[in-house]
């Protein structure tokens, strides 16, 4: 319902719209996706939009993709913002990913010294870096699915970086140029189809295991990505709890060392690796169960919430 439809019976706790000198400064910018409850009433019924969010609301950008909007840069954002002019209550709307189909989705293994120390391999002298399929990719609330064929899925909490600008040889100093943003990443891991074979491609892709969001925080926004407090509770019960200064290779190295092989585009997500504290490596083990919660909340970017179900019986696709 938009406030538009419901002139004179105005409440404030319902979605509204303002006028523009309301909406006129943003501190914080934040992009994601949303789509309201097929029940709501009004134009976005049902539908997926992109949405600033601002404060307790999320502002309606339509279906202009938040990958289009970053790369026209913080200040466009802030013009798009300033001319919205539906916005909702973030309590009623449902965050979907906000890169939901992102060219690529690449993460960094081995990335934390105190991760290495638990996984008991030796420090990398150079970054080990892995594809998640595009296909995992799912949003901040959505359900993780433990597969059939395996009782050994694990969480990672990680920062992820979105790529903004089309890039290729990426020096470190001026790595910064090309990040749009942040959001936060869990790295679901099916461990034994991860050890299965030498690349990790099988057991870092499951569908469902790639919860994100939950939104881009531009990274005029974050500030110095290598000072974030990281956090991931299962269930309450905090897994891991880091500084993102721990990491080996930091966020400029990475995206370096990707843009020396390769052509980085816009929504391109690197996920840069996990701390201490992930499932597998506890005594006894840690692993995901049906009924379970799972929270990664960095500073300054967000949090994401995932409830773990068992695979549903209607997953084939043929
Ligand atoms: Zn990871």
């Known amino acids: 319902m938009r406030r538009d439809d419901i002139v004179g019976e105005v409440d404030v706790h319902k979605p509204s719209v303002r006028g523009r000198d309301e909406t006129s400064s943003l501190a914080c910018v934040r992009i994601t996706r949303f789509r309201l409850p097929d029940a709501t009433p009004g134009p ?10 601002e404060g307790d609301e999320i502002l309606d950008l339509g279906t202009m993709e938040p990958v289009e909007l970053l790369t026209a840069g913080p200040d466009a954002v802030r013009a798009v913002a300033r001319d919205a002019r539906t916005r909702y209550l973030l309590d009623e709307v449902e965050l979907l990913a906000p890169v939901p189909n992102p060219r690529k989705f690449l993460a960094i293994g081995i990335n934390y ?55 290729r040889h990426v020096p470190v100093e001026r790595a910064h140029e090309v990040i749009a943003g942040y959001l936060v990443v869990n790295d679901v891991t099916v461990r034994d189809w991860q050890y299965r074979s030498p690349t990790w ?12 969001g939950p939104w881009i925080t531009t990274s005029d926004e974050v500030g110095d990505p290598q000072d974030l ?12 709890d880091a500084s993102t200064s721990e990491m080996i290779f930091g966020c400029s190295d990475q995206i370096a060392t990707l843009s020396t092989a390769f052509t980085l585009e816009p929504g391109d997500v690197v996920s840069t690796g996990t701390p201490a504290g992930v499932g597998f490596a506890r005594q006894p083990p840690v692993f995901l169960r049906a009924g379970d919660t799972v929270r990664i909340e960095i500073d300054g970017v967000g949090a994401i919430e995932n409830p773990v179900v068992d695979e549903p019986a209607d997953t084939q696709v043929f």
């Open 44 to 53: 976005a019924a049902g539908r997926g939009a992109t949405g600033i969010v």
């Open 229 to 240: 407090r990281i956090r991931t509770l299962l269930n309450g019960e905090t897994m891991q």
């Open 201 to 212: 491609t099988l057991g870092k892709s499951f569908d469902t295991h790639g919860p994100t």
């Open 113 to 167: 010294a105190d991760h290495i120390r638990e996984t008991g391999r030796e420090a990398p002298t150079f970054p080990v870096f892995f594809n998640k399929q595009v296909t995992c990719v799912t949003g901040p609330h959505d359900p993780i699915q433990i597969p059939r064929v395996s009782s050994d899925v694990d969480f990672e909490g990680e920062l992820g970086i979105v790529i903004g600008r089309r890039c």
